[in-house]
């Protein structure tokens, strides 16, 4: 029951758009429509739910001084880290171009732009800061990926409605984007008062 | 090919001025009409969460101008050399490599803001300013340029980010600098030990004048930052009406 806690909390009390402002550069530029953000929202689940165990591997296994190699190579994570990301996201890019056409050109240029997204590497960074173990880890990349999944639909919906609204000229777009997302992250700072524990155990 | 991305720029520098119209330009135009921040929208990730203190602020600007710089300087040197199909990775590794040089130093000369920083210092990676600036300014101008270009940028970045934190330090805690050996605490009644100017005159001077100011834990949280960043694009966009979106 510890991995569907870390799930909850990962996705919804420390939320990585919300809490963290991981990803926000696809968060924002991609939330212009539904269909998009969700199909985006979906890449980041299957990159996070991916990248986490393996770079849970490389770290524990490789890098760490406990490791296969017996030293400490932990200065080599950053790059480790990052290209694995590169190459899942490359592989990601590969299945979506070939399963579904019109969502890889309304992706354009943010798919291979995944890579950057903080949220990923932000995932393994917190996954080895915390020290979770393996199925923490997958835990951990699924929930998180969910919580940004939620979060840039939430926010793609809002502003496919705003479009109707009389915003001042100077915060239409962008200024308005990030006055929501503030206020999505009180609304979300409600569900903190959630024990996942008490929820596991059924009460 | 390897060759002439080393030799290009000994050609090329005597024939410009180091620190001509243009050059100014190139540190002077992220800081308003092409901010990273409120204008190109890059770089929105990672670092704001460390805006909550001015100090860890001003740590992760300064990363943040080093590793802009530098990579801009070797991906431009290198740019004639780099294959296309894997750009991306060469850039990737060369900012991830700054960044080891980056975090490594802060541990050696700074352990409690390296701490406290945690994540945020390998998150410098995927700031997309930097990545954003590689694509679109090194890998198709000279290094001299291209240098500025990353100074600049990183500057427009820290600016922003200093002033939330500003903004958010001060009415959310009532000090500047926390942490920092110049901590100053100015406002607010909530600890009435250090509500006063520096840690010198406790009975008069300007910090009893706001010692009824209660702290505003709203400027504590996350959320506050949207806030703030929010009002700073309206102010700047109502300033500079040229970069009103109309969409």
């Known amino acids: 029951m510890e991995f569907f806690n870390i799930f909850i909390k990962a996705a919804f009390i420390e939320n990585m758009v919300l809490a963290y402002f991981l990803g926000m550069c696809s968060y924002l530029a991609v939330s212009k429509s539904v269909t998009t953000a969700f199909g985006l929202g979906l890449a980041v689940i299957f990159v996070l739910g991916i990248t986490l165990p393996i770079n849970w591997v490389i770290s524990e296994m490789i890098l760490s001084e406990n490791g296969w190699l017996g030293m400490d190579l932990t200065f080599l994570r950053f790059i480790l880290f990052i290209a694995v990301i590169a190459s899942m996201v490359q592989l990601v890019e590969m299945i979506v171009e070939k399963v579904s056409p019109a969502l890889y050109n309304s992706l354009g240029i943010f798919l291979p732009l995944i890579t950057v997204n903080c949220a990923i590497l932000g995932g393994s960074l917190f996954m080895v800061a915390r020290?979770?173990?393996?199925?923490?880890?997958?835990?951990?990349?699924?929930?998180?990926?969910?919580?940004?999944?939620?979060?840039?639909?939430?926010?793609?919906?809002?502003?496919?409605?705003?479009?109707?609204s009389n915003v001042p000229p100077a915060l239409r777009g962008l200024g308005m984007a990030f006055i929501l997302t503030g206020l999505m992250g009180i609304a979300f700072m409600s569900l903190m008062g959630i024990d996942p524990a008490a929820l596991a155990a059924g009460n | 090919m390897a060759d002439t991305a080393i030799q290009e720029p000994k050609v090329a520098a005597p024939k410009e001025p180091l620190f001509g119209k243009k050059e100014r330009k190139l540190i002077t135009d992220p800081l308003n009409d092409n901010n990273p921040i409120t204008v190109q929208v890059l770089g929105i990730c990672s670092a704001l969460a460390v805006t909550s203190l001015v100090y860890p602020s001003v740590?992760?600007?300064?990363?943040?101008?080093?590793?802009c710089a530098f990579s801009s300087l070797f991906t431009s040197?290198?740019?004639?050399?780099?294959?296309?199909?894997?750009?991306m990775i060469v850039q990737l590794v060369i900012i991830a490599t700054l960044v080891t040089v980056v975090e490594l130093t802060l541990r050696r000369f700074n352990y409690p803001i390296y701490k406290e920083l945690s994540v945020y210092?390998?998150?410098?990676?995927?700031?997309?300013?930097?990545?954003?600036r590689l694509e679109a300014f090194s890998m198709a101008n000279k290094p001299w340029r291209s240098f500025l270009d990353g100074i600049g940028n990183g500057l427009g970045y820290g600016a922003i980010l200093i002033i939330v934190a500003f903004i958010r330090?001060?009415?959310?805690?009532?000090?500047?600098?926390?942490g920092s050996p110049i901590?100053?605490?100015?406002?607010?009644?909530?600890?009435?030990t250090t509500n006063y100017l520096i840690n010198t005159a406790a009975e008069s001077g300007i910090g009893t004048w706001f010692s009824w100011y209660a702290n505003n834990n709203l400027m504590v949280l996350p959320a506050a930052a949207m806030f703030i960043i929010g009002i700073l694009i309206w102010i700047h966009r109502s300033w500079n009406p040229k970069l009103v979106d109309i969409s």
Request: charged share 15%.
């Open chain 2, 77 to 87: 040197l290198m740019r004639n050399a780099i294959p296309k199909q894997v750009r």
């Open chain 2, 59 to 67: 740590v992760i600007s300064v990363a943040v101008v080093f590793v």
């Open chain 2, 169 to 178: 330090e001060l009415f959310g805690k009532g000090t500047l600098f926390a």
């Open chain 2, 121 to 132: 210092i390998g998150l410098i990676i995927t700031n997309c300013i930097v990545m954003g």
């Open chain 1, 131 to 164: 020290e979770y173990n393996f199925g923490e880890s997958v835990a951990y990349g699924l929930g998180s990926g969910f919580g940004w999944f939620l979060a840039i639909l939430a926010i793609a919906a809002i502003r496919e409605k705003i479009r109707y």
């Open chain 2, 183 to 192: 901590q100053i605490n100015i406002i607010g009644a909530s600890n009435p």
